[in-house]
């Protein structure tokens, strides 16, 4: 398992021509995240993918030959805060409900909505984590539940911040015949 | 200024440099038509938008610059499709514009309604829907900045119908390209620069794979010096034929499937590869298990997603070309090869026996005859296109070019009915250099509406038919590997000199060697197209060959007993 980060344009169709690449590389993405940065303008991912380290290379190296992809880098090997989130529906009564509270402070999980015959569960964290917890929650009955998929940064003074070359200047000129 | 969009977009391809366009209308495109007829711009009327994919392509690659195709949204936009995945294979910068329904009514399923961006998102650089007048100037210059910079690529931009009829301010100077902020990576790492010259000065058989990435970077004349500098004996790929002259003495010729055996023999015992501008093609390998196991590699190559693709390698310089070949060039100590080219030499050794020119002339017309012929009369100077299968690997075979951009070719795609169009575009690009297109009776029989085209443009082109009645390539594939059975692959065809008169063209047929030198230079004499017919035998094939997937040690070679002589007297 890979994992990159890939800043990009925050506009319709990226999505589409980041996942159509992978796709056309016969990489399996496990997940991939996008939320907007501070910069309205760039988009964040963070991308999971099912391949090797040859892979990830070819992906990181096409993703940035894309127009609309400003940096795509393979953070696997470096020390990275991985996260997770989840909302899980578990169904509960009045009989095992005690038990439930239980275990949700133990993984230091939130109940977020209850209801008479269920609860919502919001739990984050890594990966490894939110399975641990949806181990022991499946013999009380596990309703409905969504996940985040991972988003990732790198530890530290290790940064990763998107290209802030201005729109208007270097790049704009005119492609000269050769 | 307040204009069209249509107008706009005449206008900016004018300041882009555009002089023709190659292209066919339709609804969605018709304002576009109406701002060209006012326009300086040359419209060429293909008969086939495949054409005008091709066309496009071949005056890019034979000029460096950038061809433009135009067509009508819905079938005149996926009749591109081949065209611009051809382009994208062999990096050939080719712009598309698309007329698109008008943006009020997208996603309704309009008529003549395609998602051509969501089509060829794969097989673009990149490219864009415009639904807006004022977003035409930028879009534009953006197109040909991607286009044309890098490695080379199609884009396509489609125009709403709305946006090419709504007015807009026409400012050039505030339309400049507003691409993304990219990443500028630092790919100048010094000690894998290091670790490439140590390499270069320690080699006792070094070879360089030279390909279309030095004639992109304009690197000719770098690689030269490079290669003077090192004494580097040079294998090329099939794109990379031109980029160092064939004349040359350490020019060895074409590699892979098809190439020379002692080039391939020559990089199986190399100890290093020198990959200039290539990408490490199926084609060119073999089998990667067996492929040059005792070289180390150096790999020169300016799109980092190819470096370790296929090919694992001991150092990689990304960048362009020329940029990393001049910064090499001073390092180079060691040129004493000379043992090892004197091998190659040997290598060389029986080949020149097997060949059919070496052959008593039976009377009989080998293919290799009339390519060979056609290179000794045009001194090697023509601007040769060819389509693709057996008559493309003789081209490469027995057509030496010395200079660039002389053979367009293609490679990756391999897309059967691309020279003649391209051919067009090539001679619309160099109308001062005689075109000739070399082209199978397959290949031909998919393109050949654009004969009309020829007639209407009043353009000067050369067509050698190679006829063997056969899909030639696929043919020896069965041959070899299927038993013989020739299914799908005996091919009827018109009578292709009485088709050319029926456009209006001088067609010729011919069918003994002797005729071939008397046919090409009254062919070449001619001041209008003329078209001929070569019946050459049916049943040649093309040696030597490495079967897909074979280790490229592992040759088929021309048998030495007499040939097979199978044309029929028509």
């Known amino acids: 398992m890979q994992t990159l980060v890939a800043y990009v344009e925050n506009k319709p169709g990226v999505l589409n021509r980041v996942s159509s690449l992978a796709r056309r590389l016969a990489i399996n993405i496990d997940s991939l995240t996008v939320g907007p940065t501070e910069n309205e303008e760039v988009a964040r991912m963070t991308i999971v993918a099912h391949t090797d380290e040859r892979g990830a290379h070819r992906l990181e190296a096409s993703l940035e030959k894309l127009v609309d992809v400003l940096l795509a880098e393979n953070i696997s090997t470096r020390a990275l805060l991985e996260r997770d989130l989840a909302l899980i529906k578990v169904s509960a009564d009045q009989q095992n409900r005690p038990h439930l509270m239980e275990l949700i402070k133990v993984f230091r999980a939130r109940v977020v909505d209850v209801a008479p015959e269920s609860l919502i569960i919001e739990v984050s964290g890594t990966v490894d984590k939110i399975d641990g917890l949806l181990e022991v929650l499946r013999p009380f009955g596990v309703l409905e539940m969504a996940r985040t998929g991972r988003i990732s940064m790198t530890r530290g003074g290790d940064l990763l911040q998107p290209p802030t070359v201005s729109r208007e200047s270097p790049e704009a000129v005119d492609a000269k015949s050769k | 200024m307040k204009l069209t969009g249509a107008e706009i977009l005449c206008e900016s391809l004018t300041r882009l440099g555009v002089r023709e366009i190659f292209g066919y209308p339709g609804g969605a495109i018709l304002p576009v038509y109406d701002a060209l007829g006012k326009s300086k711009l040359h419209h060429i009327l293909v008969r086939h938008e495949q054409g005008a994919t091709h066309m496009a392509d071949g005056y890019a690659r034979a000029s460096g610059g950038i061809g433009v195709a135009m067509a009508t949204s819905g079938p005149g936009a996926t009749n591109m499709v081949t065209g611009i995945a051809t382009a994208m294979m062999d990096s050939s910068p080719v712009v598309c514009i698309t007329g698109q329904v008008s943006s009020k009514v997208l996603g309704s399923d309009a008529f003549q309604e395609i998602d051509i961006t969501g089509i060829t998102m794969p097989i673009t650089k990149h490219n864009v829907v415009v639904t807006k007048a004022e977003d035409v100037a930028r879009t534009l210059r953006e197109a040909f900045l991607i286009a044309n910079s890098g490695r080379p690529g199609p884009v396509l931009v489609d125009i709403t119908k709305d946006a090419q009829q709504a007015s807009a301010e026409f400012n050039w100077e505030a339309s400049a390209p507003k691409l993304p902020p990219k990443r500028v990576r630092n790919n100048h790492d010094q000690a894998e620069f290091d670790r490439a010259v140590e390499m270069l000065n320690t ?153 059919i020119q070496s052959l008593p002339d039976s009377g009989h017309l080998y293919a290799a005859h009339v390519i060979n012929d056609l290179w000794k009369e045009t001194r090697g100077e023509a601007i040769i296109v060819t389509d693709v299968g057996q008559h493309q690997m ?134 209008e197209t003329v078209l001929i017919d070569f019946r050459v035998e049916q049943e040649d094939s093309v040696y030597p060959m490495v079967a897909a997937g074979a280790s490229l040690s592992d040759m088929i070679r021309r048998p030495n007993n007499p040939l097979v002589e199978t044309a029929t007297e028509p």
């Open chain 2, 203 to 355: 080699a006792k058989r070094p070879i360089i794979l030279a390909g279309h990435g030095i004639m992109v970077s304009g690197a000719m004349r770098a690689f030269e010096q490079f290669v003077r500098a090192g004494n580097y004996p040079v294998a090329m790929t099939l794109l990379g034929i031109g980029c160092f002259p064939a004349n040359d003495p350490l020019n060895l010729g074409m590699m892979g499937m098809h190439g020379e055996a002692w080039v391939n023999n020559a990089i199986q015992e190399a100890d290093l590869l020198i990959a200039v501008g290539m990408r490490f093609d199926d084609r060119v390998t073999g089998d990667l298990r067996t492929y040059a196991k005792s070289a180390r590699k150096i790999h020169i190559e300016i799109d980092r997603a190819e470096i370790n693709k296929n090919v694992k390698v001991d150092a990689a310089l990304v960048g362009d070309a020329r940029e990393v070949l001049e910064r090499l060039t001073p390092h180079i100590e060691t040129r004493e090869h000379t043992g090892w080219i004197r091998h190659i030499a040997e290598l060389k050794g029986d080949s020149a026996v097997r060949d």
């Open chain 2, 394 to 527: 003789w081209e490469a075979q027995y057509y030496h070019h010395n200079r660039p951009r002389t053979l367009i070719t293609s490679g990756g795609l391999g897309t059967m009915g691309f020279a003649l169009p391209a051919a067009i575009g090539a001679k619309f690009a160099k109308p001062e250099s005689e075109v000739w297109v070399v082209v199978g009776d397959g290949g031909f029989q998919m393109t050949m509406s654009e004969l009309a085209t020829i007639v209407q443009e009043k353009i000067n082109i050369k067509i050698a038919i190679i006829n063997n009645g056969y899909l030639g390539m696929v043919r020896q594939w069965q041959e070899f590997f299927y038993d013989k059975r020739y299914v799908a692959t005996p091919l009827v065809a018109p009578d292709f000199a009485a088709l050319a008169n029926a456009f209006g063209i001088r067609g010729e047929r011919i069918t003994k060697r002797a005729e071939v030198v008397p046919i090409i230079r009254s062919a070449r004499e001619s001041a």
